[in-house]
Each structure stands twice: as structure tokens, then as C-alpha cells.
Nanobody, 124 residues
């Protein structure tokens, strides 16, 4: 069973950085592609970044390309989202999600497991 717990969110000024972590307490983390999604108040959930189960392939939303970086450490059952040059429009609840043997996808409906989210707030 996959259980995902996000951490690392907080309040940061525009232009600052945060690193989000998502830990899987299960034992098959390396078999899952991982994705990060976010949802701002009053808006639909949107794709941010994804990484294949092997870590060889990554995908990014255009809005974060060049500013965010997704990575994973399968020894630690952890996926990271390094967020740089943060903007107020990045403010949202950030979720990680797991897709069994996936290659990484921007489509939320392929992900079987989801965390509870961690809040990121960027002040102007």
C-alpha cells in the first residue's frame, strides 16, 4: 500500500525558494511514477511536474519550466520538488501522487494514490 506524506510547504516571499518532499511509507516506491499537482482556491487542480519510475524522464507544466525541478531518491522513498523564483501565482496546495509503473503523466486520473497536500504561499 502506498501512503504519501508531503512536507516542506510554507510562506515565502516572491523570488524565494522552497523544496517540497513527498515520502512513501510503503515498500514499492521505485515501481511508481510520481507527480506533483497543485490547487489554488477557486481553481481546478493542475499539473506541475512528473517523473518516471526510473527517474530517467521528467515533465513540467509550461508555467513552472525553468523554475521548478522534480527529482527522486528511491533509496529514501522520496520525491522532491525544488521550487525557485517563486511567484505569487504559485500559491496553492501542492499534492504528490503515485502512478504504478508509470512513465510520468500530466493527467491526474492516471495516478492511483494521493497525499494530503502541503500549502505553499508566496507573498508579493
Amino acid at each position: 500500500q502506498v501512503q504519501l506524506v508531503e512536507s516542506g510547504g510554507g510562506l515565502v516571499q516572491a523570488g524565494g525558494s522552497l523544496r517540497l518532499s513527498c515520502v512513501d511509507s510503503g515498500h514499492t516506491f521505485s515501481a511508481y511514477a510520481m507527480g506533483w499537482f497543485r490547487q489554488a482556491p477557486g481553481k481546478e487542480r493542475e499539473f506541475v511536474a512528473a517523473i518516471s519510475w526510473s527517474g530517467d524522464t521528467t515533465y513540467y507544466a509550461d508555467s513552472v519550466k525553468g523554475r521548478f525541478a522534480i527529482s527522486r531518491d528511491n533509496r529514501k522513498n522520496t520525491v522532491y520538488l525544488q521550487m525557485n523564483s517563486l511567484k505569487p501565482e504559485d500559491t496553492a496546495l501542492y499534492y504528490c501522487a503515485a502512478d504504478y509503473w508509470g512513465l510520468g503523466s500530466p493527467k491526474s486520473d492516471v495516478y492511483e494514490f494521493w497525499g494530503q497536500g502541503t500549502q505553499v504561499t508566496v507573498s508579493s
